[in-house]
Every structure is written in structure tokens, then in C-alpha cells.
T-cell receptor, first 118, second 111 residues
Framework: GAVVSQHPSRVICKSGTSVKIECRSL??????MFWYRQFPKKSLMLMAT?????????EQGVEKDKFLINHASLTLSTLTVTSAHPEDSSFYIC??????????????FGEGSRLTVL | SQKIEQNSEALNIQEGKTATLTCNYT??????LQWYRQDPGRGPVFLLL?????KEKRKERLKVTFDTTLKQSLFHITASQPADSATYLC??????????FGTGTSLTVIP
């Protein structure tokens, strides 16, 4: 099966700093990757669609200047939480759909990154 | 805006019985519906995909139905085992690209 790797798995930072989370597809290419956020005992909330070589598409209510997304290659997307505050503490998960499986294929998820902002 | 609800936050069931989870949606016409399993602190794992023109899909002990009239999907686990204990999420899309997730149901299979 396809593997998606996220790094770091856990990060603790001080309020006001920026944190970068990487999402890599290890054995497939993905022109599109998706970033989700999950609060404790809540469902996944789609934040944005990361598009290789172009700007990310953000869901309504998600601040694009706060959550910077870069999809530099067919195997790497990054999410940077800028000027993090305690309310940004959450579980961030990325997913990808292999480019050759069409839009109806399953999503492969990373293991998630737990961000704690002090 | 679309709303995706799963029938209960938590479901307890005796080992060997069939677990039935419900996913209801409003203000939405999804063409694709998926079910995922999520264990604590981990990313979701894909289980099944069903399209709007399909009534039912099966995979081993799993069965999914998709009723576009009722705007509902049912997810069944037959002969449930303690190892099936996890949170189950439905996810919907009308494009097959962005998927939006339901609220999740935490299933506990009691030995």
C-alpha cells in the first residue's frame, strides 16, 4: 500500500514562533495533498487542498496567512503554522491520493503531527 | 453548509454480534462515500469506498450501504471482535477530490 510520512510527529513550541510540518508520499506521486486538523474526540476538519506547483485552496474560515502551505514537489507538501498561539494546538494530519488512481481513490493518511503551543 | 453526522459518539457491542454504524448527511449530494478506521493518536485508515450509483459494497466482514434518497450510509461489521474497537469515520465528496468527514463513532467490542 501507499505510505504517507509526516514529520515531526510531536512538536512543542512557544507562543509566537512558527512551526513547519512536512508531509511526504514515500512510494507514489501526488499532485494533490490535503491538510486536516483534528481536535480531541472530534472529527477531521479539512483545512486546505495543497496543489503541486500552484497555490493551495483553503476551506472557508481557514486563515491562509496563518497556515502557509507549500507543495514544492510531487512527493512533498509542507504546512507552516505562523506565529502560533495556544489555540493552534491540535492534531494536524495530511493525506494524499496517488495521482494515477484518479479522484475516486482512497486517501492515504500520515500518522499525524501533534502540535502543542505553550 | 453541508452537515455530516454519525449516529452516536460511542457504541458498545458484544463480541460476535454485528455492529451497525450510521452516517447521515444534509445539504449535500455526495457522489462518493468512504469509511475509515482511526485508532487513538493515529491517522485514519481507509476501509471502503462506495459510489452514488452503488447500493452496497462488501469487503470481508464489512458491508456498506449508500441510500441517496435517505441521505444515509450504513456500515456493518459482522462477527465483531475486540480488535475492531476503534473510531469509525465516514467521509463524503461530490468530486472525488476533497472529502469531508463525519463526527465519528467510537466502537467498543466487549469480549
Amino acid at each position: 500500500g501507499a505510505v504517507v510520512s509526516q514529520h515531526p510527529s510531536r512538536v512543542i513550541c512557544k507562543s509566537g514562533t512558527s512551526v513547519k510540518i512536512e508531509c511526504r508520499s514515500l512510494d507514489f506521486q501526488a499532485t494533490t495533498m490535503f491538510w486536516y486538523r483534528q481536535f480531541p474526540k472530534k472529527s477531521l476538519m479539512l483545512m486546505a487542498t495543497s496543489n503541486e506547483g500552484s497555490k493551495a485552496t483553503y476551506e472557508q474560515g481557514v486563515e491562509k496567512d496563518k497556515f502557509l502551505i507549500n507543495h514544492a514537489s510531487l512527493t512533498l507538501s509542507t504546512l507552516t503554522v505562523t506565529s502560533a498561539h495556544p489555540e493552534d494546538s491540535s492534531f494536524y494530519i495530511c493525506s494524499a491520493n496517488p495521482s494515477d488512481r484518479g479522484r475516486t481513490g482512497e486517501l492515504f493518511f500520515g500518522e499525524g503531527s501533534r502540535l502543542t503551543v505553550l | 453548509s453541508q452537515k455530516i453526522e454519525q449516529n452516536s459518539e460511542a457504541l458498545n457491542i458484544q463480541e460476535g454480534k454485528t455492529a451497525t454504524l450510521t452516517c447521515n448527511y444534509t445539504n449535500y449530494s455526495p457522489a462518493y462515500l468512504q469509511w475509515y478506521r482511526q485508532d487513538p493518536g493515529r491517522g485514519p485508515v481507509f476501509l471502503l469506498l462506495i459510489r452514488e450509483n452503488e447500493k452496497e459494497k462488501r469487503k470481508e466482514r464489512l458491508k456498506v450501504t449508500f441510500d441517496t434518497t435517505l441521505k444515509q450510509s450504513l456500515f456493518h461489521i459482522t462477527a465483531s471482535q475486540p480488535a475492531d474497537s476503534a473510531t469509525y469515520l465516514c467521509a463524503l465528496s461530490n468530486t472525488g477530490n476533497q472529502f469531508y468527514f463525519g463526527t465519528g463513532t467510537s466502537l467498543t467490542v466487549i469480549p
